[in-house]
C-alpha cells in the first residue's frame, strides 16, 4: 500500500514541479540513482559491523539521513523554466 501511494504521489509531484518535458529524463536518472542506492545502501552496514560488532551504532548514525531529507524537501524551490520572469 505504500509503495502505491508512493508512485502515485511521485506521478503527480514531479510533473507539477519539474514539468513534462523532461520527465522521462528526470525519472530515469532517479531510478539510476535507486539502483545505485540499492546495490550500495548494505555496505554501511557490513562495515559498520566489522568495526563495532553490531548494527546499533550505524542504525542510529543512519537515521541522520531521513531528517537530513526532510529538511533538503523543505528548503527546495520549484525550478524555474527557461523565458520565464523571476
Known amino acids: 500500500m ?3 501511494l508512493e ?3 511521485l506521478n ?3 510533473p507539477n514541479y519539474f514539468g513534462r518535458r523532461y520527465i522521462g529524463s528526470i525519472k530515469g536518472i532517479a ?3 535507486t539502483v545505485v542506492g540499492s546495490a550500495f545502501g548494505p555496505l554501511p552496514f557490513g562495515v559498520g559491523f566489522d568495526i ?3 548494527y546499533t551504532p ?3 548514525m543512519l537515521m541522520i539521513l531521513p531528517g ?3 529538511i533538503c524537501a523543505l528548503l527546495a524551490r520549484k525550478p524555474i523554466k ?3 520572469p523571476s
Open 58 to 60: 550505524v542504525l542510529v
Open 31 to 33: 531510478m539510476a540513482v
Open 12 to 14: 503527480i509531484i514531479w
Open 7 to 9: 508512485r502515485i504521489t
Open 52 to 54: 563495532f560488532q553490531s
Open 2 to 4: 505504500a509503495s502505491g
Open 68 to 70: 537530513a531529507g526532510f
Open 82 to 84: 527557461q523565458g520565464e
